[in-house]
């Protein structure tokens, strides 16, 4: 399927994302990735594509791909990383009761949130979802973790049930003494937690 495209076409054309803050900047290997999707859509425009099985050969060609052939996509890169920090040189965000500057400052001393199930799962799966990905956006990353997370059975997700009763046990544990005003020390935060809700993305 991507051993066909032709990496020659013209560039894609972007929309901009809704709203007034800039559209986040693309890597490389996530250009090569829309050029081939769209490019597939045009070929079998009847057929009905399969994200995980498509981005796993995605992963796969660009792998195979030497420097001359990605030089396009690092440049259609590099230009989208300029019109990024040109745009955000003169963002002003708006500030609102929904908007973070309206968010209530979190407590240092504070329990870390108990992680829910489908977390404690990306904690294991999320390198090796990378390594397979190869340069890869966070958005893509965590559409493959999700998938990952819906194909497992009920007796592999009952071992991140377990570990998200105990962090609940925990966290209601640490919170009430908290609450009595004791100190909790704050545990480093997972890399993926940007705060968020966890237990809405289960």
């Known amino acids: 399927m991507l051993i066909e495209t032709n990496l020659s076409d013209p560039k894609l054309e972007l929309k ?42 995605c992963a796969e060609r660009w792998k195979t791909m030497n420097e001359p052939e990605k030089q396009r996509f690092h440049l259609m890169a590099a230009k989208d990383k300029k019109r990024y920090e040109n745009e955000m040189s003169t963002y002003v965000p708006k500030e609102g009761p929904r908007g973070k500057a309206a968010r209530k400052k979190k407590d240092p001393n504070a329990p870390k949130r108990a992680l829910s199930a489908f977390f404690h799962f990306c904690q294991d799966e999320r390198p090796k979802v990378k390594a397979t990905l190869g340069e890869s956006t966070v958005a893509e990353v965590a559409k493959e973790l999700g998938r990952k997370w819906q194909d497992c059975t009920d007796e592999q997700k009952g071992k991140y049930e377990q570990l998200a009763a105990k962090d609940k046990q925990r966290y209601e544990r640490e919170m009430t003494a908290y609450k009595k005003g004791g100190v909790v020390p704050a545990a480093p935060e997972p890399e993926y937690d940007d705060d968020d809700d966890e237990d809405d993305d289960e």
């Open 16 to 57: 901009m994302a809704k709203g007034d803050k800039p559209r986040g900047r693309m890597s490389a290997y996530a250009y090569f990735v829309q050029t081939c999707r769209e490019e597939h859509k045009k070929k079998h425009p009847n057929e009905n594509v399969v994200f995980a099985e498509f981005s796993k050969k």
